[in-house]
């Protein structure tokens, strides 16, 4: 039983009143506290529960930027500008810009089935390819045969590709094997006029001026090849009648510039403008050719030059002593660009 706590009188059970002083029961205090202690409860739930969602939300809506930020930063429009871009730089075959271009791709989200790491890929290929048709510092044997494992490495490993890169690479590469081809035959060419076997050298290099091609960059290796082939043979025809004129037997020791050496221990004017040669086209960085259709003797023998240097052309006269002791070679369009058999 329960007692007022001002008069002491017993209350009735659940009496909110004390019926002797009217005073509220400890009872009806403690439920008005404890009718209040869930609501206070449920709120601070409330508050947990929203936080809680709030942080689940704001980091799922973190992770999806995060993905789509690298995968569709780049929309398709963009991207396909930039691979569009890349498919240029190869067809004109600047390998390494096309490669800086793709590049920029990887990273993405790839559109239209593109493999932007097997194109990239394709491009270091090509630009080996490059490096060894253009190579001025090997022997045209060693480029063959780096030249042809190349190819044959690239034909299989993309020989079932269908990007677009590859096509864009197919004018590259079929003029390629077409250089490849022709080196076998310059090569051939050279042996021919080393061993003197001039009727056969010219043979090969009727078949060198049969090779065409569509680009500039080829074509111009091309014809240095056929220009360094007739200049070797011009050199041992008309060598050949100075020999026939003198009625000099040849011998290991009176033999002329058909040799090594000529009688006053010269190189022989091949070898001295196989020197020439190469010097000048180290100090230009360019392709020096010669012009047949200018050659004349007058005591001398000259022949009109041509130095190739990216779209520049420079002309000069190359020169050689009929004794074949010394040769020359001057540039009209080049002030001081002189070079002589005797300082290189």
Request: proline letters at 1%; charged letters at 30%; aromatic letters at 12%.
């Amino acid at each position: 039983m329960n007692f007022c706590e001002n008069c002491g009188k017993p209350l009735r059970e659940n009496s909110k009143f004390c019926e002797n002083c009217g005073t509220k029961t400890l009872k009806d205090e403690c439920s008005k506290y404890t009718s209040k202690t869930p609501a206070i409860k449920n709120k601070r739930y409330s508050i947990f529960a929203f936080l809680a969602i709030f942080i689940l939300i704001f980091t799922s809506f973190k992770l999806f930027s995060s993905t789509d930020s690298s995968e569709g930063k780049i929309k398709k429009d963009e991207y396909m500008k930039i691979y569009n871009e890349a498919i240029r730089r190869t067809e004109t075959a600047n390998f390494i810009q096309a490669k800086v271009e793709l590049e920029k791709l990887q990273n993405t989200k790839s559109f239209d089935g593109i493999n932007i790491k097997k194109d990239i890929d394709m491009t270091v290929q090509l630009f080996g390819i490059q490096t060894f048709v253009s190579s001025k510092d090997l022997k045209e044997e060693d480029i063959i045969e780096e030249l042809e494992n190349k190819l044959n490495t690239f034909e299989k490993d993309y020989k079932n590709s269908n990007s677009k890169i590859k096509k864009a690479s197919d004018t590259f590469t079929k003029e390629s094997k077409t250089f490849l081809d022709l080196l076998k035959t310059y090569v051939q060419a050279e042996k021919f006029i080393d061993s003197k076997d001039i009727s056969n050298a010219k043979k090969e290099l009727e078949k060198l001026k049969e090779y065409k091609f569509t680009t500039p960059r080829f074509e111009n290796m091309a014809e240095s090849k056929v220009l360094n082939i007739e200049s070797g043979i011009h050199i041992a025809d008309s060598q050949n009648s100075k020999d026939n004129d003198r009625d000099v037997p040849k011998t290991s020791e009176n033999s002329s510039i058909n040799n090594s050496s000529n009688n006053n221990g010269r190189p022989s004017i091949q070898d001295q403008f196989n020197r020439l040669k190469s010097i000048i086209e180290a100090d230009f960085k360019g392709t020096l050719a010669v012009n047949y259709s200018s050659w004349h003797r007058q005591g001398e023998s000259s022949l009109r030059i041509e130095l190739n240097k990216g779209n520049n052309t420079y002309y000069g006269e190359f020169s050689y002593s009929a004794n074949g002791e010394w040769i020359y070679v001057e540039f009209s369009d080049l002030s001081g660009k002189n070079y002589n058999s005797y300082k290189a």
